[in-house]
C-alpha cells in the first residue's frame, strides 16, 4: 500500500518560487507523477519522474529521490493562473496509481 | 470530440436508486480507470480495466461495479445508491498499463449527491 504526504496549503506572492514537497513509502515503486487541478476541474499531467535527479518543464520542474521516498514540485515566476491544488502520485507496479490529498497553492498579488 | 467525455456533469439522487455513471474516450487507450474524490483524502481508485474485457478492484470498489465491453466505454454503476457514495468521479485513461512513463488523461468529472 501507500503513504503519500504533502502539506495541505501554501501560500506565495506572485513572481515567487513556490517548492511542494511530497514524501512517500511504497513497496513497489514505479514512478511519480504530479498533476495540477483548478477548482472544479480535472486534474491535468505536469511531470513524470522515475529515475533519480531534476526534470524540468519550463517554470515547473519536478525532483525525485528513491532512496528517501522524497520528491517536490518547484513552481518558478509564480502567476495568479497557478492557483490550484497540485497532486502527488506514485506508480506501484504495473498500472495502480496512488494519489496523495493534494497541496493548494494560493498565489497573492 | 478529442479526450475523455464523461455524464452526467452533475446529479442529485435519492438514497437505494441505481445509477451508471459513463464515461468514453476516443484516444484508443487500453486503460481505464474510475476515482472518486473526497476533501481531504484526495483521488481514490475504485475499479480499473487493463483493456477491454477485462477490469480490477481497486482500493474502494465496493457498491460499485464496472464493465468494458469495448475500447472506448467504461461505466460504473451504483447499484443501490447511499450518502456515502457522495463524491466527485473521475474517469481516466492510459495508453499503456505495463508502461512506466503512461500518462493517465482524466474526464472533467461527475459530481453525485446522494440525499
Known amino acids: 500500500g501507500q503513504n503519500i504526504d504533502q502539506p495541505t496549503e501554501m501560500t506565495a506572492t506572485e513572481g515567487a518560487i513556490v517548492q511542494i514537497n511530497c514524501t512517500y513509502q511504497?513497496?513497489?515503486?514505479?514512478?511519480l507523477f504530479w498533476y495540477q487541478q483548478h477548482a472544479g476541474e480535472a486534474p491535468t499531467f505536469l511531470s513524470y519522474?522515475?529515475?533519480?535527479g531534476l526534470e524540468e518543464k519550463g517554470r515547473f520542474s519536478s525532483f525525485l529521490s528513491r532512496s528517501k521516498g522524497y520528491s517536490y514540485l518547484l513552481l518558478k515566476e509564480l502567476q495568479m493562473k497557478d492557483s490550484a491544488s497540485y497532486l502527488c502520485?506514485?506508480?506501484?507496479?504495473?498500472?495502480?496509481?496512488?494519489f496523495g490529498a493534494g497541496t493548494t497553492v494560493t498565489v497573492r498579488a | 470530440i478529442a479526450g475523455i467525455t464523461q455524464a452526467p456533469t452533475s446529479q442529485i439522487l435519492a438514497a437505494g436508486r441505481r445509477m451508471t455513471l459513463r464515461c468514453t474516450q476516443d484516444?484508443?487507450?487500453?486503460?481505464m480507470y474510475w476515482y472518486r474524490q473526497d476533501l481531504g483524502l484526495g483521488l481514490r481508485l475504485i475499479h480499473y480495466?487493463?483493456?477491454?474485457?477485462?477490469?480490477g478492484k481497486g482500493e474502494v470498489p465496493d457498491g460499485y461495479s464496472v464493465s468494458r465491453a469495448n475500447t472506448d466505454d467504461f461505466p460504473l454503476t451504483l447499484a443501490s445508491a447511499v450518502p456515502s457514495q457522495t463524491s466527485v468521479y473521475f474517469c481516466?485513461?492510459?495508453?499503456?498499463?505495463?508502461?512506466?512513463?503512461?500518462?493517465?488523461?482524466f474526464g472533467p468529472g461527475t459530481r453525485l449527491t446522494v440525499l
Open positions: 481516466a485513461s492510459s495508453e499503456e498499463v505495463a508502461s512506466g512513463s503512461s500518462t493517465q488523461y
Open positions: 511504497t513497496s513497489g515503486f514505479n514512478g
Open positions: 519522474n522515475v529515475l533519480d
Open positions: 502520485a506514485v506508480r506501484e507496479g504495473d498500472y495502480k496509481l496512488s
Open positions: 484516444m484508443r487507450h487500453n486503460a
Open positions: 480495466s487493463n483493456t477491454a474485457g477485462t477490469t
